[in-house]
């Protein structure tokens, strides 16, 4: 292969997107050489299997694939905005919506999930740990290489175009010919290998290490919609993971499952692909649903209404996330019969829906509501995902589907539904969680700037669109015709003013680092009620001192009404942790070298990586190292320390 | 922080009133409907609209309430506007489940009636055979060809109105969505199978179809024109084409079929003779003869003027 075959040459915007990689990346080695630092990147971060640094470094490359992903958005919406634009080509335009929707989804969406329950759920429960920190280390990796594979495609060798989805058999070899493809499929199947392990590990966590007395039904709400979450990751994801490796064997190696030649069945990829696609929804809108009961019932300063129902909700909700698929391809012809029964199952998951939704009014009912920035995202997302939500049932009404789908009315429901579900979600919880963190508040001022910006933006960048579904405008066009240019344009405005507020957002992480009072409590809004907020801060690595026990829905609300806390110096004892470990980080890229040679095709070099992975596991079995002991008065020391003892 | 001002939106009460003077005032495509099949789905777009706007207008109006009046922030709060407690409220709970299932249950029974008439052609053309009508996918075109007046258009059909039309949808290659939002909602075209698509047009114009499905590079000007006209300047334009359009041959079909984006065109005799791609005999015949022709991309860039798209070079 030529150099040039290897690199993308052509577009100016590629050479830009290459010489900003180049710069950075030049930056980020010039900064640890100078200031002495890859010690201590390696002894903190990349060896470390402690979930709350695994948790941040999690969010932190979310927030940089949110940027990318961002990025993407704006460049399209450029060239939707006027008629007759010549910003992109139907080629590069292709590839950035595909890059755009593989990325939110995949690679921001989940990972800032996983990130703050990688955090916040061993806090909840009062764990020390996950149940497997190792394992954890090497999911966090496997997504880290996986979302780095990805997203090289772009300079090195061609970003896939095929959307997000990837229907064969336009993703086939025969039509997609060239390593883009590829890197959709390595890239993804790479980052699922820690998906699924994240699903098992968060599920046995939840099960075997709650603080004693916290019963299923006493645990808070977060973890409720995370365990739920796992038990969807556990059930969907292996169905990615065989329809990847089934379009991987037809791209590389000839097989025909999927293809127009030799009796494959193109259409089975769109079912295998949705049988994971709707979980797949649900995996980034519950654990957000968690989140808003988290904050709302925080910030009214009131218990959460119905939990129960909640819980209820919230387990309903994922059953039927199974049964629906076939509402993404209503029209591919399967009968009437078909799609009644697959708009009945689609328009039943409003009903629990909707019993959340009223449960949050409820909970802010008799309440004393404290407008804090969380909290702000938090009811932002009510009404704003009722619109998703109403626009979502009227998509499952299959015969009028018929008329919305492939439209921006689709394009506006789901962003509707995912942004304020999924990105509030994340927003607020960041902000929410973020004393515990990074030891001190986010300016409160700056922060609501850039929440009303955004949720204004959001609205004038969306709202429209679904006019403009309805008025016939097919999704993933590269350039509009004169009688859309009104409503493209409103729509484009917004999405700036979404990009500024989270360009505001990042400026707001920089000037509370700077200039935020540090945290001395460890209940840092005062009105703390969950687990989390009995830790000290700076959390010690083992979290709990002593772990204490759990008698209601509102533990930590319990502690401080009797003045209790995670320290009791009578029954220290000394703490069992793990020790870190560089095994994930190296055998994860071992396995990111041996996925690249696999997308360029280069089968020696593939299968010599993946015996270089195998080897790591070998490795790894033979691993006796059974961790450490933090001896008692090293933790009396901590915790006097933080709590100003 | 307490003292910003209350949060209360205003301006969303605005949404659902903007929605409403939007859709009146304007006329969408998929709600100015030219035909009876996007008139059922029209109508049962708007029914289900007041459902949606209910359920909006519920959830905003006592959103606002709460946030208003519960706000801590308030000014002369009474102590027993608090109930810090306050878990749940068996009736209420169960008065807000049962309500959404029959909303739901409302929402579905016209849903599936509508699924089981679209399946059949319009009741208002009963009288009279439907016109049959292959309309073939090939990237980046469509092939409509009339097997009964042995005649074939490219990018472009004409229709008789009053009268029921019955495509037989199907594809040479990617999977496309045949779509004309004025006369009805899409259903895809794939290789190796055959979609039943009924559709009508009761006013005679012309209508933009597409193909809505993405399907690559050449997806955005995979575009069409219906011509719906009266029965009888229908079969004179049948006539006519017969008459004057050249035959289609095999040499020219398989090379209209490699990956481009073609003009117009007519002719008469349809490719139907030689290959009909939405048999499983047929779902390959493009396949084998272009697979190569993807390798390099067509540099299709918007070009101003008319014809607002074109291959570059
Ligand atoms: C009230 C509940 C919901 C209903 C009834 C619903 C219904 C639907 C239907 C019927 C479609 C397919 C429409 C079409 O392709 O023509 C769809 C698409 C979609 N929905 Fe929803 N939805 C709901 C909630 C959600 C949620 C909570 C999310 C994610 C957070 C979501 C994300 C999506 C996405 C990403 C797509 C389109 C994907 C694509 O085609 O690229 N939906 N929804
Ligand atoms: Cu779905």
Redesign the interface.
């Known amino acids: 292969m030529q150099l040039d075959e290897f690199f993308v040459t052509g577009e100016p915007l590629i050479y830009g997107g290459m010489v900003a990689i180049a710069l950075v990346t030049s930056a980020i080695l010039f900064i640890l050489t100078y200031f002495k630092k890859w010690g201590w990147l390696w002894r903190e971060w990349l060896t470390t299997v402690d979930h709350k640094k695994i948790g941040i470094m999690y969010i932190l490359s979310a927030l940089a694939m949110l940027f990318r992903g961002g990025a993407d958005a704006l460049m399209m919406r450029t060239q939707l905005a006027f008629p007759n634009m010549q910003f992109l080509n139907a080629q590069h335009y292709d590839e950035i919506f595909t890059t755009h929707g593989t990325v939110m989804i995949i690679f921001m969406a989940m990972p800032f999930l996983i990130g703050l329950m990688n955090i916040i759920v061993p806090l909840q429960i009062g764990a020390r740990d996950f149940a497997f920190p190792f394992v954890n280390a090497l999911s966090f990796w496997s997504f880290f290489f996986g979302a780095m594979l990805f997203n090289i495609s772009f300079v090195i060798g061609g970003a896939p175009d095929a959307g997000w989805t990837s229907y064969t058999p336009l993703a086939g070899a025969a039509m997609s010919p060239g390593p883009g493809q590829n890197f959709y499929l390595m890239g993804l199947q790479l980052s699922g290998i820690g998906t699924l392990a994240t699903g098992i590990n968060l599920m046995v966590t939840i099960l075997k290490m709650r603080a004693p007395g916290m019963t299923l039904f006493k645990m808070p709400i977060f973890t409720w919609s995370t365990f739920i979450t796992s038990f969807i990751i556990v059930f969907a994801f292996p169905i990615l993971t065989v329809a990847l490796a089934l379009m991987t064997i037809d791209r590389i190696f000839g097989s025909q499952f999927f293809t127009l030649t030799g009796e494959g069945m193109p259409m089975m990829w769109a079912n295998l692909f949705w049988m994971w696609g709707h979980p797949e929804v649900y995996i980034v809108i519950l654990p957000a649903f968690g989140i808003f009961s988290e904050v709302i019932a925080t910030f009214a300063r009131k218990r959460l209404f119905g939990y129960n129902a909640m819980v209820w909700s919230i387990i309903l909700i994922a059953g039927l996330s199974f049964l629906v698929w076939v509402h993404h391809f209503f029209t591919m012809g399967a009968g009437a019969f078909v799609n009644s029964v697959f708009s009945i199952t689609t328009m039943l998951i409003a009903v629990p829906t909707g019993v959340k939704i009223f449960n949050w009014l409820a909970t802010l009912y008799k309440s004393r509501i404290v407008l804090t920035v969380p909290m702000l995202w938090s009811l932002a997302f009510i009404p704003s995902f009722v619109i998703g939500g109403v626009t979502g049932v009227m998509l499952g009404m299959a015969a009028t589907d018929y008329q919305y789908h492939n439209t921006y009315f689709l394009v506006s429901h789901f962003h509707y539904v995912l942004i304020p579900g999924t990105v509030f979600a994340c927003f607020a919880g960041l902000v929410y969680w973020y004393p515990k963190m990074f030891g001190h508040k986010l300016n409160e001022r700056i922060g609501k700037w850039s929440f009303w910006l955004f949720l204004i933006g959001f609205h004038v960048c969306f709202f429209p669109q679904y006019f403009l579904g309805l008025d016939g405008m097919a999704r993933r066009i590269f350039t509009i015709t004169p009688e859309w240019f009104t409503l493209n344009f409103i729509s484009t405005m917004g999405a700036f003013m979404m990009g500024l507020a989270f360009a505001i957002f990042v400026y707001c992480i920089y000037y509370s680092y700077r200039y935020s009072e540090r945290e001395i409590s460890g209940d840092a809004w005062g009105y703390g009620r969950t687990l989390e907020w009995a830790t000290p801060t700076p959390i010690p690595a083992y979290n709990f001192a002593t772990v204490p026990q759990v008698n209601t829905h509102d533990a930590f609300l319990e502690m401080k009404e009797k003045g209790k806390t995670t320290f009791d110096e009578e029954n220290l004892e000394p703490i069992h942790m793990p020790n870190n470990t560089g095994k994930p980080f190296i055998m994860m890229g071992i396995l990111f070298f041996a996925s690249f040679f696999l997308v360029f095709e280069w089968i020696t070099l593939a299968v010599i990586g993946l015996i270089g992975g195998l080897v790591m596991m070998i490795i790894r079995s033979f691993d006796y190292d059974d961790g450490h002991h933090i001896e008692v008065d090293e933790i009396k020391r901590t915790e006097r320390a933080a709590r100003g003892l | ?2 003292q ?1 001002r209350h ?1 209360f ?1 205003k301006w ?1 009460a605005l ?1 659902p009133l903007g929605f409403i003077v ?1 859709l009146s005032g304007c006329e ?4 100015d409907p030219a035909g009876p099949v ?1 008139q ?2 029209k109508d ?2 708007i029914y ?2 007041y ?2 706007f209910g ?2 207008i519920v ?2 109006v ?2 606002g309430v ?2 208003f009046k ?3 922030n308030k000014p002369n ?1 009474k102590d027993e ?9 068996t009736l ?2 169960v008065v ?2 049962v309500i ?2 029959i909303i ?1 249950t409302a ?2 029974i016209p ?2 009636t ?3 008439e ?2 059949k052609p319009p009741e208002s053309s009963a009288d009279k055979e439907p016109l049959v009508v292959y309309a073939t996918s090939a ?1 980046w075109k469509w092939f409509f060809s009339y097997p009964e007046q042995g005649i074939e258009t490219v990018n472009y059909l004409h229709i008789p109105t009053d009268r029921a039309i019955e495509f037989h ?1 199907s594809s040479a ?3 496309a ?1 045949f ?1 004309i ?2 006369l ?5 075209g ?4 055959e ?2 698509l009924y559709l009508q047009a009761d006013v005679p114009g012309t209508y ?1 179809g ?11 000007a995979q575009t069409f024109e219906v011509q719906a006209q009266p029965q009888e300047q229908f079969d004179t334009w049948v006539q006519e084409t017969q008459e004057q359009a050249p035959e289609l041959t095999q040499d020219e079909y398989d090379s209209l079929l490699k990956p481009s984006l073609v003009e117009e065109m007519t002719f008469s005799s349809t490719h139907l003779q030689w290959v009909d791609h939405g048999t499983n005999a047929g ?2 015949y493009s ?2 003869r272009h ?1 190569n022709a ?2 390099e ?6 070009v ?1 003027g008319p014809g ?2 074109s291959e ?1 070079e």
Request: proline share 5%; net charge neutral.
């Open positions: 922080m307490n910003q949060p939106k969303l949404v939007f969408l495509a998929v709600l996007a059922s789905q049962l777009m289900s609209l459902f949606m359920i909006i959830v905003f006592a959103f709460m946030v519960y706000r801590d709060r506007d608090y109930k810090p407690n306050l878990h749940g409220n209420i709970e807000w489940t959404p299932i739901v929402l579905s849903t599936v509508t699924l089981f679209l399946e990237d949808l290659d990617s999977m969505s779509w939002p004025r009805g909602g899409q259903k895809y794939m290789a190796g199978m979609n039943i933009n597409r193909n809505a499905n993405f399907n690559g590079e050449g997806f955005t779902r390959d396949i084998i697979r993807y390798d991309t067509l540099h299709i860039e918007n101003p607002w798209i570059n």
